[in-house]
């Protein structure tokens, strides 16, 4: 047929053949000889470099392996002196000077040591091009390197003449090859298609008879087996429509978590800018006179500067902990000196709001694990304490060795969370009374970030509602 999908494939594949063959004749014809003198160029400056290198001021002890770049590389070598008086040639073997240096002359007044050009002259003696280097060296002298374009031409044009002739070639047996490669293959593509269209009339009497094991096979076994799997093909398109509404309905809750986080990220960032700005203050007003005050302040103020840059990474890197592409510092540390340090720099905090605090934890405990991120997990738990504590004002931190482990536990006296939340409050952004943790600032974000850390590091974390208050726990590495 005219337009059947044989002739279409042979016409295709063949125009592609002579495409391909007349773009590969046309790059040479345009590019191969720039691209054979670019070579040229810099065969000539490593050569050029190589001499530099080795000449020491006298040309005749490089003579025989000057000899030998003249013979292996087709080139003339001349050094002239820094009166432009040509001092050796291993071409010409005689001291005058040739054309060649004549014409590269006006060129080398303006070369400082060190420096080069390269350039097609024509030897008006010989009326022959030749592609040139020049170089000044270091004692003055002038080296020139220089090879007949002649050479270079000659092998472009061998080169394009032998890949037409390949190319014609390669487009005859090509034709021939397409021709026999379309009847073959199109030939079962032609069954095929008669039997969809007698499916597409609800005939499925007639049968592929499959003959290969390849993709035309395969497929002649799919359309065989087409009849009975349309009810399962149903169904899956059925469960595949559901899926992508699931996706899009999680798509919609992920870019309203977006929105909140944009919202209430200063959660983070709002305590430890409150703690810069009152020893700021306490410095500026000069509270502590003693010396090691203020530096104590100082330091306070540096480190809860360098935890809020960190914090705002941690933020940033949530996603990337939770999916476990986040590289923990383990370290051995000790446990107990954290826990007070973190109390002290929320002294303040705890002081303004008459919250009594109870630490039932020995003198040393030597745990196991990311100190910055297990400080964060405590942060966490005692900001949400502070936070959450009712008029009894009272926190009570404990440690408790559990054979391999050290469970760290944060009361404090307030409101029990419900039990349909207890669950729900690790999920990010997810908040039990919205408008109570509106007015300190809250996010939602903190649990989330405690349960991905512990979860980096292997260990467990949870929550229990006690009868006057609420406790939550994580467990460190011993």
Not at 208 to 227: A, C, F, M, P, R
Not at 258 to 268: A, G, P, T
Not at 324 to 342: C, H, M, P, Q, W
Request: net charge neutral; proline share 2%; with cysteine.
């Amino acid at each position: 047929m005219k337009h059947s999908i044989r002739t279409r494939l042979f016409l295709s594949i063949s125009c592609l053949i002579i495409f391909f063959v007349a773009l590969s004749l046309l790059l040479n014809s345009q590019y191969l000889g720039k691209y054979y003198l670019w070579q040229k160029k810099q065969s000539l400056l490593e050569i050029n470099k190589q001499i530099s290198k080795k000449y020491q001021g006298n040309p005749l002890k490089l003579s025989l392996e000057l000899e030998k770049l003249e013979q292996n590389k087709g080139l003339s070598i001349f050094f002239i002196d820094q009166d432009y008086r040509l001092i050796y040639s291993t071409s010409m073997r005689i001291i005058e000077q040739p054309s060649i240096v004549l014409s590269v002359q006006p060129k080398l007044n303006a070369l400082a040591k060190g420096e080069y050009f390269t350039g097609i002259l024509k030897d008006p003696r010989l009326e022959t091009n030749f592609l040139v280097l020049a170089s000044r060296l270091e004692n003055n002298e002038v080296l020139v390197l220089s090879t007949p374009l002649a050479a270079i031409d000659e092998s472009t044009t061998i080169a394009n003449k032998f890949f037409l002739f390949t190319g014609l070639i390669t487009i005859v047996i090509g034709g021939v090859a397409v021709f026999l490669f379309a009847r073959s293959f199109t030939k079962p593509i032609l069954q095929l298609n008669d039997i969809a269209q007698r499916m597409s009339k609800l005939d499925f009497s007639k049968k592929y008879t499959v003959q290969s094991d390849d993709e035309v096979g395969q497929l002649g076994k799919s359309i065989n087996s087409l009849s009975d799997q349309l009810d399962k093909a149903i169904f899956s398109l059925t469960e595949a429509n559901k899926k992508l509404r699931a996706d899009i309905e999680q798509e919609r809750r992920i870019d309203k978590m977006r929105k909140e986080f944009i919202n209430n990220v200063s959660h983070e960032l709002k305590t430890p800018i409150a703690l810069i700005q009152g020893y700021a203050e306490g410095l500026k007003l000069n509270i502590n006179e003693d010396e090691e005050n203020k530096n104590y302040y100082c330091d306070v103020i540096m480190d809860e500067a360098s935890k809020m840059n960190r914090l705002v990474k941690e933020l940033l890197d949530l996603s990337q902990i939770e999916s476990g592409y986040f590289n923990l510092d383990k370290t051995a540390f000790n446990l107990s000196s954290l826990i007070e340090s973190v109390l002290d720099k929320y002294r303040p905090v705890l002081v303004e709001k008459g919250i009594k605090v109870e630490l039932d934890i020995p003198e040393s405990l030597t745990v196991n694990g990311d100190a910055v991120r297990i400080e964060q997990v405590l942060v966490n738990y005692l900001v949400n304490a502070i936070n959450h504590t009712n008029d009894k004002k009272k926190i009570r931190i404990q440690t408790v060795i559990q054979n391999e482990k050290v469970r760290v536990s944060v009361y404090n006296s307030g409101e029990k969370i419900p039990d349909e939340s207890l669950d729900k409050i690790w999920t990010s952004f997810y908040k039990v009374d919205k408008a109570r943790t509106r007015s300190y600032g809250g996010t939602g974000l903190g649990l989330s970030v405690v349960k991905a850390i512990q979860e980096l590091h292997g260990n467990s974390c949870g929550v229990e509602n006690l009868e006057d208050g609420v406790l939550f726990w994580f467990e460190v590495d011993r």
